[in-house]
């Protein structure tokens, strides 16, 4: 879980990266807070999505069939 803290703090920097990067019209600033958000956030459902696989694959105690 503290991974997804981190990973949800990146976001909210890169947020404030960008609104400061609007604020001083600077649009290197800009792209990389916003490929940076982007990053965290892919990031961040590619793990939640992992635990809730393993989670399910636990609980059930068998591999996942489809």
Do not use: K, P
């Not at 609104?19 to 990389?32: N, W």
């Not at 958000?37 to 393993?54: C, G, R």
């Amino acid at each position: 879980m503290d991974s997804l803290n981190n990973l949800l703090t990146i976001q909210i920097l890169a947020v404030l990266v960008a609104l400061v990067g609007e604020i001083v019209t600077s649009e290197l600033l800009m792209t990389a807070a916003i490929v940076m958000f982007f990053v965290a956030l892919t990031a961040m459902f590619v793990q939640m999505t992992t635990a809730l696989l393993v989670g399910l694959e636990q609980s059930d105690g068998r591999a996942l069939a489809y």
